[in-house]
């Protein structure tokens, strides 16, 4: 596996790590709505590529309250691996999912956590220091910090260790890499529309002004204009 070997459906795999209530209260930066449409925007995303995930959280009944409802929706079947660590490379249910997948073949291991400085540096440190086969792809707007300071300093110090900073939207085009794949074109435009904001308006009038499709959905009659007098 190498680093210039770009992300594929066969050779990565996704946590997330901690996308729960209490801990996006603290959450300063990235505006924490932006924050919820990344994360499940990534989850849907794997799902359209059967990318294998792993949720995790930590003192859920205590503390940080239940996963995101918008983002368990996507994966109803998934177990949720709780933690008391904060570090969830501290729990051997999170080492063996993650094994499972790499002896798969899935070493790339995508990662959308919170916090930025916390619980996600001391994931990829510990996990590329134990298993320097590991390649970790660290979402950046998928995952918060209590600052833009306290995020973009863990980016830097990530980065520094070997972990390879991405975005949601990169990862989801890096899977699909070819328009030429129809199997999961529509499922992925269709992803687009929803949650990649201005690329997905443009799809919408590509098809419509463009293309003269029709509207994507129903509406009542367009009346007007009639100027007032």
Request: charged share 15%; hydrophobic share 30%.
């Given at each position: 596996m190498s680093?210039?070997?770009?992300?594929?459906?066969?050779?990565?795999?996704?946590?997330?790590?901690?996308?729960?209530?209490?801990m996006a209260f603290g959450v300063q930066s990235i505006d924490r709505q932006t924050l919820k449409n990344n994360v499940v925007g990534l989850a849907k995303a794997a799902r359209i590529f059967n990318v294998p995930t792993?949720?995790?959280?930590?003192?859920?009944?205590?503390?940080?309250?239940?996963?995101?409802?918008?983002l368990l929706a996507v994966y109803p079947q998934n177990d949720i691996l709780e933690r008391t660590s904060m570090n969830s490379w501290d729990d051997q249910n999170v080492r063996d999912a993650l094994a499972k997948n790499a002896a798969n073949g899935r070493k790339k291991i995508v990662v959308s956590g919170l916090w930025t400085e916390v619980c996600n540096t001391t994931f990829a440190l510990s996990a590329l220091h134990d298993v320097p086969e590991y390649e970790i792809y660290m979402v950046a707007d998928a995952s918060g910090g209590t600052s833009s300071d306290a995020h973009k300093y863990a980016m830097d110090r990530m980065v520094q260790a070997g972990v390879i900073p991405v975005t949601w939207q990169q990862v989801l085009l890096e899977w699909q890499r070819d328009w030429a794949r129809k199997e999961t074109y529509d499922a992925v435009t269709t992803l687009v529309k929803e949650h990649s904001g201005a690329y997905g308006m443009g799809i919408d009038y590509a098809i419509t002004h463009v293309h003269g499709g029709a509207e994507r959905v129903s509406h009542g009659n367009r009346i007007g204009p009639n100027p007032a007098k």
């Open positions: 680093k210039l070997e770009v992300l594929t459906p066969a050779n990565s795999q996704l946590i997330f790590i901690d996308q729960q209530p209490q792993t949720i995790t959280t930590v003192e859920t009944e205590s503390f940080s309250g239940n996963t995101f409802p918008e």
